[in-house]
């Protein structure tokens, strides 16, 4: 029988659906096949499985794999293709918002993997090797001048000195016009060749990157399509991500995630290969563990979600969900975060602008979160089509400023034409303008939440474990210290850098945390390599015995303080 993808594709879904225990409820059936429908009438089964096998390919390799990023995760195909581990209908999650037959006329769905940064480039160059260099390659990121960086540059040219420049750039703030900064225009009047230069070079393109996800795969040579540039070493396209976009190229975002190594490394430590535990998302100890302390725990951890926890105290998944969005510069400097919390103290009642926007903010406490709300308002208060709310979600998630000035007077006057005042309009619009410096599409802010519960679930049940997790994989020193001391607080048998028992790395064994070689100052990997190779020699009797039996050049003065100021050698005789 001839092969046929989009029969393979149903197969595949529904033997998911089977497997994911949810094959005898109607409900899921008919949201399937509608979804697959879509998925056909589009052409992208071949999409649909690249991306399956892709994600099949990494977890049968022991690459651990992020819960779902971006839309993708409304997709009950995405869920039975294990693409993502979100059911999008318990967490009534858009379809519609990943992809649908209007939204193909405006932009092309695209699907985003976390993987943890230190095996991207491994997937990379086995995407490479399966479907071939020729028909691969990664996307350029063109980095542009800024005010201060075209203002650095022209001072450096013309031998300004740093302390000026940099005085000068620190005045240079968003959204001010910097021929309004008094002290910027006196310097122009006694330079003007920077002055006259400046405004020509800003917005030119300052230097190329690589693109930190994309990565094109086509069923041709590629070099039929686009041209190409060489950026360190790497073959990229000279289309960026934007415009891979508008020329209808489906692309692949593998994005590496420092968290999923954390969570990967602390798995292996516990024995297990995947994040296979019974558990509740309604954990009350892992809300505990959460509000005690944000350290490790995924999107939370910086000062903004310290702060937010604080005073959220979130004690179910739901409020994690809202919480990264509440926690984003946009949400806290709209004021947005604060009405939140309000409203869920019971210190205010929810001021709706209009009846028709209850059913669609009542949720969220009032605000405006996610992406789709802003759709659904558009649709139900000012008349939009499908496919121009979906437009506005896109300038709302690429914060494209030329679509909210084209769409304002289509929205203001379709709430007008819907018996909506031209005030509340206004007034409305300006809310969805405010919620695109933060607004996550919903499915974007479970799929995150999910891997935010999973660190803190680690934190709570595995202690040691996920610490020493988070020292493999972590480069700063104050952040080491600050996961030391909370190692100690726990009550953990914390040893020193022992040269007899330390590995490169921290680990574990009969509840004793030996710290790794690798945490102090100039020992390498290739240092401990050579100590830990001696060592099974036979242990080290002294520190004369280790001098002469690890060479100088191996390890050199520097290096030897360091190890005793660290206490390696502690437990040995000096002679």
Known sequence: MFFNNDRYLKELSFKGLEKRGLSDKENYINRLNEELDVIINCGLSDFMLLVSYTCLWCKTNGIMLGDGRGSVGGSLVAYCLKITEIDPIKYELSFARFLNETRMKTSLADIDIDVPRHERQRILEFLREKFGINRTCQIVNRIYYTNKTAFKDLCRIYGIDFQTANQLTNLMVDDVDIYQIPQIVEFFKSHED????????????????????????????IENYIGFLQVNGTLVSCYDGRMCEDQGFLKQDILGVNTLTVVQNCLNLIGKTSFDFDYDLDDPKVYETINKSCLGIFQLEGPAGVDYVSKMKPNCFEDIVAALALIRPGARDSGDADEFLKVRFGGKNIKYDHPLLEPILERTNGAILYQEQAMQISRVLAGFTDIEADILRKG????????????????????????????????????????????????????????????????????????????????????????????????????????????????????????????????????????????????????????????????????????????????????
């Open 194 to 221: 920077i002055a006259r230069l400046f405004p020509k070079i800003k917005g030119l393109v300052k230097a190329y990157g690589v693109h930190a996800g994309g990565f094109l795969i086509s069923d041709k040579d």
């Open 396 to 575: 709302i998630g690429k914060k494209l400023d030329y679509i909210f000035e084209e769409y304002k007077p289509k929205f203001i006057n379709g709430c007008i034409d819907n018996g909506v005042s031209e005030k509340i309009a206004n007034i409305v619009w300006d809310k969805i303008e405010k919620s695109s410096s933060y607004s996550f599409n919903k499915s974007h802010s479970v799929g995150y939440a999910l891997l935010t519960y999973k660190t803190a679930y680690l934190k709570t049940y595995y202690p040691n474990e996920f610490f020493i997790a988070m020292l493999m994989d972590e480069k700063k020193e104050e952040k080491r210290m600050e996961i030391l001391n909370s190692i100690k607080k726990s009550g953990a048998s914390l040893c020193n850098p022992d040269i007899n028992m330390s590995k490169n790395e921290t680990y574990l064994i009969d509840n004793k945390i030996y710290m790794g070689l690798n945490l102090i100052d100039k020992v390498s990997d290739k240092v401990s390599e050579a100590i830990i190779n001696e060592r099974k020699n036979g242990k080290f009797k002294s520190f004369d015995d280790f001098c002469a039996r690890i060479p100088p050049r191996k390890c050199n003065k520097r290096v030897k303080q360091n190890l005793i100021w660290a206490g390696a050698f502690d437990n040995i005789p000096i002679r």
